[in-house]
């Protein structure tokens, strides 16, 4: 790519002015310090004597700094104490897009940690070990993802003996939708880790009926054409991925109202960065790389099943998305960021990670330089898990019906 295709594409975020109509708020403040932030970033890879080291994908490095984190944490991740399995997730998820599978020694210590956690009584999995915290659907599913991705036949054990079945009914309601623990909250994020776990341990038939639950789901689609939280609330992009995985692993997406969830989706990603907004009026966050991102592939399977994009077609920018990862949002000692400014964690790490595998699936990727993508396996979306692990855990859940 030239000097000038590189100019052409980045181009300031001359639109600001426009956008607070003279009257500044936090909101445009905020807007305009991140343009300029990742604008800074942007400058760098528009000079010839940076663009080789700059616009590449630090694998090593990010290989390096999750294969760290399996072992020791820094003191700042104690308030995620009650997250520990979805900590396993992020990092072993990471490690296995960049073609990493960890060593027998570790995977071992992620099976045995993952299995303190289990609800031995109500089933399904703790935020941490157990006794001490109770069995939660957010991190039964970053449990089963972890030892889907492990894939070994001690992880395989251990889902199998997690009483999933019982503990996915146990959290149903009676409107079909889910609690995320006993006397928990309601919101689609229950749903989607509800269908996506019995799907992947072969519970779907003990858990369903799911009509309710499809109907439920619908009910949460806002005004915008995004998916909220619950029915009435404003649409969100992690909450928009949830919804339509769900219905896609219900045979129900189709009936969603697809124009305007295409035209809120394509509204959340950038003009200026490339990278993807969670809701309306928000900044870039590399995250909803995958939270928006993710879901492209899905309404584009819809679209195309109803013959409105044509085969390898696309709906979004997937090169404008992985020039924001690879040049706003790596950190050069290893690991990713939520934006230029602030530092990296697993989180955004896995995330970021994500988005740039489902990026690096899309057909046409016009533009981008050679070797950005470089050792990123693809993932299956709906699951957010790569794909022969996905395959190898179906086949083995279904044989052993």
């Known amino acids: 790519m030239s000097d000038a295709d590189y100019q052409r594409r980045w181009q300031p975020g001359v639109e600001t002015d426009a956008r607070d109509g003279g009257a500044p708020s936090d909101t445009t403040e905020e807007q305009i310090a991140t343009e300029e932030a990742c604008q800074r970033c942007i400058d760098e890879i528009c000079d010839p004597e940076l663009r080789r080291e700059a616009a ?8 390096t700094y999750c294969a760290s984190g399996l072992w020791r944490l820094s003191a700042g991740y104690a308030s995620l104490d009650a997250s520990r399995p979805w900590l396993c997730y992020w990092i072993v998820h990471s490690l296995s897009i ?5 060593d027998a020694a570790a995977a071992d210590a992620v099976i045995n940690f993952i299995g303190r956690c289990r609800d031995p009584d109500c089933g399904g999995f703790c935020g941490g070990p157990y006794p001490g915290q109770m069995a939660h659907l957010a991190p039964t599913y970053a449990a089963v993802n972890t030892l889907v991705t492990i894939g070994t036949p001690a992880a395989f054990e251990l889902i199998k003996g997690a009483k999933l079945g019982s503990f996915l009914r146990a959290m149903r309601r009676e409107d079909g939708a889910f609690t995320m623990h006993h006397d928990g909250e ?16 072969g519970e779907v038939e003990a858990t369903g009926p799911w009509e309710d639950t499809a109907n439920w789901i619908l009910g949460c689609q806002t005004y915008e054409g995004g998916v909220g939280a619950t029915p009435g609330e404003e649409a969100h992009g992690g909450y928009t991925f949830c919804g339509l995985a769900a219905l896609s692993l219900l045979g ?6 697809l124009p305007p969830l295409v ?4 509204g959340r990603q950038m003009a200026h960065a490339g990278g993807f907004q969670g809701r309306t009026n928000k900044l870039v966050d590399s995250c909803y790389s995958f939270w928006q991102g993710g879901a492209f592939p899905l309404v584009q399977s819809l679209l ?3 013959g409105e994009l044509a085969p390898g077609g696309a709906i979004y920018n997937a090169p404008a998305l992985l ?3 690879i040049v706003c949002a790596q950190v050069a000692q290893g690991g990713l960021r939520d934006k230029p400014g602030k530092g990296r964690d697993y989180y955004h790490t896995c995330y970021a990670l994500s988005g740039l595998a489902v990026a690096a699936s899309a057909s046409e990727l016009p533009g981008v330089p050679e070797g950005w993508v470089n050792g990123v396996r693809l993932i299956n979306p709906i699951f957010n898990v790569v794909n022969d692990k996905v395959e190898a855990a179906l086949e083995h859940f279904r044989a052993a019906e």
């Not at 590449?56 to 290989?63: K, N, P």
């Not at 960049?98 to 960890?102: A, D, K, Q, S, V």
């Open 56 to 63: 590449s994908l630090l694998t090593r490095e990010h290989r």
């Open 98 to 102: 960049l073609g990493t599978r960890i």
């Open 186 to 201: 309601v919101d689609v994020r229950g749903a989607y880790c509800a269908i996506a776990v019995a799907t992947l341990s």
């Open 252 to 257: 129900a997406a189709h009936r969603l109202r």
């Open 263 to 266: 035209r809120w989706l394509v």
């Open 304 to 306: 195309q099943s109803r």
């Open 323 to 325: 020039d924001y990862l």
